[in-house]
């Protein structure tokens, strides 16, 4: 086994263990490899290894990658999406991670519309309040969805937030248990036609605590592929 098929069986442990600390199952929890600075070829060993979902942030380098990957996996934009470079990934990337703004919900589904498709979206919140950060504040949060529940294309299927880095991990658990929270009084509020599923948090160095506090996609990339 080379060496990226031992730290995808190392990480698929690692989320049992994280699963059994918490009462969960692994089949709740999805890797999203997060292949920004990998080449097809080593996208093509993942996919073989039995990774499902891979992650992009950037339009350009993501639509290079799709075209000539495709169908192969399940594909995420997670990084910040500017309104201009919508077009590109519409039709394409079967989620979004970075819906963080009216003009970008609007443009989302506008696009989406014209292709007669219905796009699943993850809002982005900026739970830890840093400056360095994109997403919306929390309190923006209700507003935003009764805002989203207007939209017909567009499937509000999850929250995102990015934690800041720390060495130790034990340190941000506070703000992934904030995203579950934020995610049980959205859907408390019974908004119509928004359910809050998935929450997209944890990276390589936390992904164990996000997982603790109720991740169900969790972007690994450095980890897989030693970047």
């Not at 080593?42 to 495709?70: C, S, T």
């Not at 997670?78 to 039709?91: F, S």
């Not at 060495?167 to 359910?195: C, H, Q, T, W």
């Amino acid at each position: 086994m080379d060496e990226l098929g031992q730290r995808w069986e190392q990480l698929q442990q690692r989320i049992a263990a994280a699963c059994e600390r918490s009462g969960r199952s692994p089949d709740e929890v999805n890797v999203v490899a997060v292949t920004k600075y990998v080449s097809t070829d080593q996208m093509k060993k993942a996919l073989q290894l039995g990774v499902k979902h891979l992650g992009e942030n950037r339009v350009q380098h993501a639509v290079q990658k799709w075209e000539e990957l495709g169908d192969s996996g399940v594909w995420h934009f997670i990084g910040h999406l500017q309104t201009n470079k919508v077009k590109d990934i519409i039709g394409k990337f079967d989620y979004i991670h970075s819906l963080d703004r009216i003009s970008l919900l609007k443009e989302i589904e506008k696009r989406a519309r014209m292709q007669g498709i219905k796009v699943s979206c993850f809002v982005q919140v900026n739970v830890s309040g840093e400056e360095s950060k994109y997403g919306m504040p929390p309190h923006q949060l209700f507003d935003f969805m009764q805002e989203a529940a207007r939209m017909e294309h567009i499937n509000i299927c999850g929250l995102m937030t990015m934690a800041p880095l720390v060495d130790n991990p034990e340190e941000v658990r506070s703000v992934f248990r904030e995203l579950r929270m934020l995610k049980d009084k959205v859907n408390a509020a019974y908004i119509p036609g928004v359910e809050i599923q998935h929450l997209s948090m944890g990276m390589s160095g936390d992904f164990e605590v996000a997982i603790e506090e109720g991740a169900t996609f969790i972007r690994v990339g450095s980890y897989l592929f030693s970047q």
